[in-house]
């Protein structure tokens, strides 16, 4: 049962072969059994998953018939869950239990999909490796000793385990793709808007983006269907209609013309990845694909962009948690300022401190101009370079990671090596596209990730095209070993 893709599991739950609890009885007992090897879960809500598992079989029995209707899912834990520990990764907020539900949970849980748990992720979702989590690492299940990529490890690691068809995370700089890339799967980050960011715990709002993680690209446009929409609660919601994803799976890739950005083949390149990535190249042209050449000349100034934008957000962000209101408070503070100082001191890890200081600093008067003004300017021309490029080409196809999952633990004295790894992902983010990562192969056992871009609301575009990749390989279909 665990093998089953959202749509299969659709379907044997409409022909009754299976009851959604005792679907959510069997992955339950799966993620006991398993989930100490991986680490994927913050928090289990068997409880919960169980009502709604009940109250699925129930509506199915009276004749309703929708593609969630008790599919069995996580949600990555910076989705408020009414009731439920949001702890965003951090001790912060260890003790935070949600008053009420994210948008993007309210619109699942109205759509029928169960909740088995909150999945592990790097703290406030800084980070690509998922190590910085307070609640520990999270392995990559295609080998133990690599890390599942980040910030949504944990809904990745939990997905490629097979302890579930597919999770909710979140992409402010790669961390549906990348993760993705890292363990075989199928991740969307959409168009900023696209999907509701309301009760989305905030890292860099200008950046952050929820959206699905599947083993498919089929799943991926169900789950996107149940999460997508606009919201009056965000007011950067866009009030577009959405499509309907699973319609557009199927259209044909003749003539479709794919860029291939030049300077996306540099030094930092794995080699292997870099074949991985033509040969996706030759079975999209088998396909119908015209193959172009493109330019991002910006390209190379995304990353020093990135990483002063998204912690100057992070630090006007979280200057919330202040141990007054709610989340960790230091013991026996002597006044105020003490107050502040130890419950944060104490309450975030060091990367968020790292992001928080380095934010505030680009923030500062006297800095501003130089770092942050010039950082927004270079974002400007970051969109304006994929402006041009989707003048010629349809959707841009490059590698998603420069290099494959690292061991656990290899990059942890150089915070910048990580930020490095970002290097295909954070354009995206800065210029509010829609990008999907497609398993293409693997290197040395370990899964290699396929990045297609493409532009504004086009996800049934990038959907279609990794479907027709998907239908014509069997990448996406390789199970890790022991899972
Ligand atoms: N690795 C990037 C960072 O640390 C992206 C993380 C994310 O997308 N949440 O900021």
Request: proline share 6%; hydrophobic share 40%; glycine share 10%.
């Amino acid at each position: 049962m665990h093998q089953m893709t959202l749509a299969e599991i659709a379907r044997g739950l409409a022909d009754k072969k299976f009851s959604a609890e005792e679907l959510t009885r069997t992955l339950l007992a799966r993620i006991a059994q398993l989930d100490p090897q991986v680490n994927s879960f913050i928090s289990l809500t068997e409880e919960l998953a169980l009502q709604q598992a009940k109250a699925a079989d129930v509506r199915r029995a009276n004749g309703e018939n929708g593609a969630l209707l008790g599919a069995p899912i996580g949600h990555k834990d910076l989705f408020c869950t009414q009731g439920v520990r949001t702890s965003c990764g951090s001790k912060m907020l260890d003790n935070f239990k949600a008053p009420y539900d994210a948008t993007v949970v309210a619109k699942l849980a109205a759509a029928g999909a169960v909740t088995l748990g909150k999945t592990n992720m790097d703290e406030f979702a800084m980070g690509s490796a998922n190590e910085s989590s307070y609640y520990g690492k999270v392995k990559n299940p295609w080998n133990l000793e690599h890390v599942p990529g980040g910030s949504s490890g944990g809904s990745a690691a939990a997905v490629a385990a097979r302890l579930l068809p597919a999770a909710t995370a979140t992409d402010t700089g790669g961390s549906i793709r990348q993760p993705a890339a890292f363990t075989n799967l199928t991740g969307l980050k959409p168009t900023y808007g696209r999907v509701s960011r309301w009760g989305m715990i905030a890292y860099a709002s200008s950046l952050d983006q929820g959206g699905p993680l599947a083993r498919t690209a089929e799943d991926c446009a169900l789950l996107l269907q149940g999460m997508a929409g606009f919201d009056p609660q965000d007011s950067t919601s866009i009030d577009e209609p959405v499509p309907d994803y699973s319609a557009s799976l199927n259209d044909s890739l003749q003539g479709l013309r794919i860029g291939v950005p030049k300077e996306y083949f540099s030094a930092g390149l794995d080699p292997r990845i870099a074949e991985r990535v033509h040969d996706s190249v030759k079975a999209l042209e088998k396909l119908g694909a015209v193959i172009k050449e493109i330019s991002l000349p910006n390209n190379q100034h995304a990353i020093p962009a990135y990483y002063v934008i998204a912690p100057a957000e992070a630090s006007s962000n979280l200057s919330r948690f202040d141990g007054v209101r709610f989340g960790y408070r230091c013991e026996n503070p002597a006044d105020l300022t003490d107050l502040y100082k130890r419950s944060r001191g104490e309450g975030f890890g060091a990367e968020v401190q790292r992001r928080i200081m380095v934010g505030t600093y680009a923030l500062s008067a006297g800095y501003y101009d130089a770092y942050y003004l010039k950082a927004q300017k270079i974002r400007r021309l970051i969109k304006n370079d994929f402006m041009n490029a989707f003048k010629e080409v349809d959707v841009i196809l490059g590698p998603t990671t420069p290099n494959p999952a690292w061991k656990i633990g290899a990059k942890n004295n150089d915070p910048v090596a990580e930020y490095l790894e970002d290097f295909y992902t954070i354009t995206a983010n800065l210029a509010g596209l829609p990008g999907l990562s497609m398993p293409a192969g693997f290197v040395d056992g370990l899964p290699v990730g396929v990045q297609l871009l493409a532009p504004y609301f086009q996800e049934g575009r990038l959907l279609n095209v990794a479907h027709q990749y998907q239908l014509n390989t069997d990448w996406h279909t390789r199970t890790p070993q022991g899972f």
